[in-house]
């Protein structure tokens, strides 16, 4: 796999074929070290003949692996990943819900924290995880590269400390994908140059695999992801949406699950038939086997969820289950009852489950009484056309745009945080990003004349440790949908949403500041608003955007600059000495 896991204090790096399994010998074989210690991996990120549905191509893999590598590690341990780009693209690589803390040296959004590793060149991305534990996962960060290039991040409890709930037997980390037959490149740049929406993907994944309700892959079993399980046991299941524009709904036929843990927090438990997942979150869910199953495998199934106007990927891929081989009838199972594309009902009842711990041992520290209140609309928008004796393809002749407070965010020349560091602003960004919208309108109402958005790199300015509070407004322009919302360097409190338009007076009273579910990635409600908070307690400079690549594409994000505060380890860490340059 070409990782390589070492340990602190002189210990020798253990390295095979197998690197994972070598690092489970060394931690058997050495079980008094403390927490703490260092993983070294090597990425290759390398071009890969891979093949789904009939379909060769070559493709952008880690190591030759597709999805790629597992990393794992325990809270307060170092990773330290060494990238090598042999490809002809940028790439860089962000470790997603890692709170990075002082360190967005590590963090990995081009032209946000670093400028891209360039073909035939290589950066370390050296951090630490402090205060996290549970499932998180890493991905490319430029362009749509990371449709291929993803793995799981699994971060264990440190040594001598247990999950909140009974430890299962086994742990299974499965990442929900898409899969384009086309080249993901061509196709956003096209859209880019056209002004329309991209094609969609040609089918979803478990674990990079399409499943059999495919043509082609129908009867190649080897393209069908199968989890094979004993009876009577209890077993988590670590899932990641790394799927790259859609919302998924995740079921398994005859069987319940338990949710524990979401975005690396863990949850007061709840139990359901099917749930659904944003892209970039992730979530542990425990499945307890019956002692006595009727059937020998049983079908799980992923399908998309969207109010979209435009094309999607409306298709099912399904994966085994599998307590003993049954190969005759592998292929009629019945898939799990999963809701329709556009159940929005479905999604809020299973999103209003969220509950944090709020126990001694993991606390809510919920901002009580915000110093900052900062209103986001969040949705499309539309730009002028600039083709030549031609009609662009999005909404009546324009480019489909999409904004924040109807600022589109430009892509600067040079990364965000180098020029903080070095103070030097000018002609790189502007700290004057709208703290409210500039044209308030019926939000999820009737969309106003003119959906030109305006564009800039701007970012809004925070002292350190400021208390805030975010309200994430969706708007109807160009058709109300959900956007899921990632925030870099933070967790945050989900503390309330809502459907129709924020009201400041009526809708704060009805929040829960006792125990609100803390994650890193929320989707905002169809034609509704979600509010956050967080301390400001990480300086930097720190990205959030919509998960749906095609937003974050046509301009979906923003920056936070959060400011050194007065104590030393309060004040962002000095630069790398291998940092790419631009």
Not at 286 to 301: C, H, Q, V
Not at 541 to 553: A, E, K, Q, T
Request: hydrophobic share 35%; aromatic share 12%; proline share 9%.
């Amino acid at each position: 796999m070409g990782a390589r896991h070492g340990l602190r204090r002189g210990h020798a790096a253990a390295s095979s074929a197998c690197p994972f399994l070598a690092f489970a010998v060394v931690l058997l074989a050495l079980p008094s070290l403390a927490a703490g210690d260092t993983h070294y991996y090597t990425f290759n990120v390398q071009m890969t003949n891979v093949t789904r549905l009939c379909v060769t191509k070559s493709i952008p893999t880690v190591n030759g692996q597709f999805p790629g590598p597992k990393l794992t590690v325990r809270e307060g341990d170092r990773l330290v990943v060494k990238v090598h780009n042999h490809i002809n693209y940028n790439v860089s690589f962000h470790w997603h819900g890692v709170r990075q803390l002082r360190n967005g040296w590590a963090d990995g959004p081009s032209y946000i924290t670093q400028c891209p590793i360039q073909g035939g060149q290589s950066y370390t991305y050296d951090f630490t995880i402090t205060g996290q534990r549970g499932t998180l996962w890493w991905h490319a960060h430029f362009s749509w590269l990371r449709v291929h290039l993803y793995g799981p991040l699994v971060i264990l409890p440190k040594r001598g400390e247990g999950y909140p709930f009974p430890r299962p037997y086994k742990e299974v980390p499965i990442h929900f994908g898409e899969w384009f037959n086309g080249d993901t490149e061509t196709i956003i740049n096209q859209a880019l140059l056209t002004g329309g929406g991209p094609n969609i993907s040609d089918a979803y994944t478990f674990n990079g695999l399409p499943g059999p309700t495919y043509n082609c892959s129908a009867q190649d079993m080897a393209d069908t992801y199968k989890l094979k399980v004993k009876p009577g046991r209890t077993y988590m299941l670590r899932l990641i949406n790394s799927a790259l524009n859609d919302e998924l709904f995740f079921g398994i036929a005859n069987h319940t699950l338990t949710v524990v843990e979401a975005d690396a927090n863990y949850v007061k438990p709840f139990t359901v038939q099917t749930l659904v997942i944003s892209p970039g979150q992730t979530m542990n869910v425990l499945l307890t086997t019956p002692p006595n199953p009727s059937s020998p495998s049983y079908a799980m199934a992923i399908s998309p969820y969207t109010n979209t106007q435009g094309t999607f990927d409306n298709t099912t891929a399904a994966a085994i289950l599998e307590y003993a081989p049954t190969p005759a009838s592998r292929m009629s199972l019945p898939l799990p009852s999963l809701p329709l594309y556009n159940d929005t009902g479905a999604v809020t009842n299973f999103s209003r489950n969220f509950r944090s711990l709020a126990s001694a041992e993991y606390p809510a520290v919920v901002p009580q009484a915000p110093d900052r209140h900062v209103l986001f609309t969040v949705g499309l928008g539309t730009d002028p056309c600039n083709l030549s004796n031609q009609t662009c393809q999005g909404p009546n002749g324009t480019k489909f745009a999409a904004s924040i407070n109807n600022n589109s965010f430009f892509r600067p020349r040079t990364a965000l945080l180098e020029a903080h560091y070095q103070r030097r602003y000018a002609g790189v960004l502007l700290a004057n990003f709208p703290t409210t919208p500039p044209h308030p309108f019926n939000y999820t109402g009737t969309p106003p004349n003119n959906t030109f958005v305006q564009h800039g790199t701007r970012v809004v300015p925070l002292a350190f440790n400021t208390s805030v509070e975010l309200v994430l407004q969706g708007t109807s322009i160009q058709g109300a949908e959900s956007h899921p919302l990632h925030l870099h360097g933070y967790d945050f409190y989900v503390v309330g949403q809502g459907f129709g338009n924020f009201d400041p007076v009526n809708d704060p009273p009805k929040y829960n500041l006792v125990d609100p579910v803390e994650r890193n990635t929320i989707s905002v409600p169809t034609a509704g608003w979600v509010a956050l908070r967080f301390f400001a307690d990480n300086p930097g400079v720190w990205l959030m955007h919509c998960h749906f690549d095609v937003h974050l594409s046509w301009g979906l994000s923003m920056a936070w600059l959060v400011n050194d505060g007065p104590l030393p380890n309060q004040k962002m860490l000095p630069p790398p000495s291998d940092l790419p340059k631009c």
